[in-house]
């Protein structure tokens, strides 16, 4: 749900056919014009809102997209390098910051910067809000009640983060 009591889903016509956005109010049910950030976006599962901004993997998984206002166009924040490389649908969104990951590798991305830096490479996922990051690292092994390690950081404390090489 979206600010302004606004519904977005993803619906295709039929099978096989791409899926569409659709709009709707929460508090009505009447169909609404969808947000031009989403207008264009076909077959993205992954996409994730704080309410006022969106972040997605695109369909074939190969690159993050992120519109800091739904009146916006999206724009590519990060690209994969190598074709077996993806983007999960593990996207989160905190103020200018998205988590995501191309695991087993854990991301966190600066959109002002354009900038990101890797939290882990032993899978796991990462949580962004407008406050703070929370880093959940993986076990490495399956196991049935995993013990895992944690980070928690205020995002005010977050240092600069490295050019992209």
């Not at 002002?112 to 899978?123: I, L, N, P, Q």
């Amino acid at each position: 749900m979206l600010d302004q009591h606004i519904v977005i889903w993803a619906e295709a016509s039929a099978p096989g056919v791409p899926t569409k956005m659709h709009a709707a109010s929460a508090v009505t049910g009447q169909p609404l014009p969808v947000p031009r950030a989403l207008r264009t976006l076909r077959n993205v599962t992954g996409l994730y809102t704080d309410g006022r901004r969106i972040a997605y993997p695109n369909a074939p998984y190969r690159s993050l997209w992120w519109s800091p206002s739904l009146r916006k166009r999206p724009y590519k924040v990060v690209g994969t390098r190598h074709s077996f490389e993806h983007i999960d649908n593990s996207v989160k969104v905190g103020g200018r910051y998205v988590g995501f990951g191309e695991q087993p590798r854990v991301l966190v991305a600066d959109t002002k910067t354009g900038r990101y830096v890797e939290v882990s490479r032993t899978f796991g996922f990462v949580y962004v809000n407008s406050v703070a990051l929370l880093v959940v690292y993986g076990g490495g092994k399956k196991v049935l009640h995993p013990i895992l390690r944690m980070a928690f950081v205020p995002l005010r404390d977050l240092p600069p983060m490295p050019a992209c090489s």
